[in-house]
């Protein structure tokens, strides 16, 4: 099966992509009054944080970091506070956007590229754009992890950006960050506890083929005075400890052996009470914050696989037959999002799939048709649907309750990919029969 392969650089390389002109009439001609954008540009994750006291939060980035709370002030197992266009507050504590000086031709500040989060904190992968005369582009270099808690604010993580550091050191200049790889990512589960977050420094597979198989692909990585240069490793705010890493080359890792880690791993799923690493974008389980999961579900190319957990020992059996598969998506998929009788597979360039589930168990067959109002016209081509997010997976798609996130993006210009700048953001859906919010996919 194809695997799909994002280095930082090449992700950031794409981040001009939005949705189609046909969606806005449709949605016109259908009486759904489009929201002005609130949070636009190239959103790559929302990621759940949990205060000490419970009370939980949604992060996001485009760019500049932004959060809400979901869960109400009464009840905080309700996670359906703040359902409402122009909710969102810029975290002004978050390391300091990008800004340009044009007299010194120097970018400054902190491009926030990716989001995770563990059971204690947020974590910021950002960077800083400089600008190459010789070839007339913006390169972002620079590369630094940051971590956030209630109790200590943002904190710059020190030992992951020695490495980080390190590592740029040892990449061709020439090649403009297109030899890099780095992935920040997070199991992103309802239950607190079962929230963690890791990066992979280096590792990867060459996605051109003038690109270099020896310093930062394939299997021959080092530590070089004392520091390790690739690896996954395991977060823990400013007391992470590197000695937690996987050596690419052998695949060991410190304490969570057997989990499937690897030179090309993009995410982390939460069940069995073990971390599952795969080497694919899209993945999730049916985990709600009440209930254990019994499904895994994972992207490879254009198919969603599932795996029954009570069947599932070690990572050796994701490799194995799976229980079941849907087909039907028309392009590789890049994000997915699980609510209680369905699944939402984002896809690269053919806007978004719908795959309904019983009791966890997917369908056959995904499918352009969906029951929230004119999602099939908002997640269309040519979008490139980057990121997918349900706030409570226990509650149906159209449950009363129900709030879910897509982040659209386009590639090339309007005129090429028939396309609309103005649709490029986050979009939402919110279904609140108490407080009377729109029933239909809106700019959020």
Partial sequence: MKKIFLSISIAAAVFGFSGCYDAIFYNIRNEVPLEDGVINGYTNSIVRYQEPDETEFLYLQNGNVYYKQISEDDDKTKLTKNQDHDKWTKDSSAPEGISYSYFDQEFSGTYSCKLASDSNYVYLLGATPEYDESSSRNILKNFKLYCYSKANGWKSVEQINTILKQYESTLDDDKYMMDSSIQLFCTNAPQNEHRKAYIRIGGGSPYYSWMSDKQTYG???????????????????????????????????????????????????????????????????????????????????TTLYWFETASVSSVKALDAEPVGKSTGCAADILSMCVTNDSIILGTYKEGAYHVKTDSGKPETEASTSFPTKNANSVMCKPYIVRMLFCTDPSLGETADGSALYSALQFQ???????ASYKNVGLWSYYNSKENGHRNNWNKE
């Fill in 219 to 301: 299997s021959d990585f080092t530590v070089k005075d004392g520091v390790m240069n690739c690896g996954i490793i395991e977060l823990n705010g400013t007391d992470t400890d590197i000695a937690n890493v996987v050596l690419l080359g052998d695949g060991k890792i410190g304490t969570l052996e057997k989990t499937g880690a690897g030179k090309d791993t993009t995410s982390a799923v939460y069940a069995n009470n073990t971390v599952y690493f795969l080497d694919y974008l899209a993945s999730s389980t049916n985990e709600t914050k009440n209930k254990e999961a019994d499904y895994i579900y994972l992207g490879n190319g």
């Fill in 412 to 418: 090339y210009t309007e005129t090429s990919a028939g």
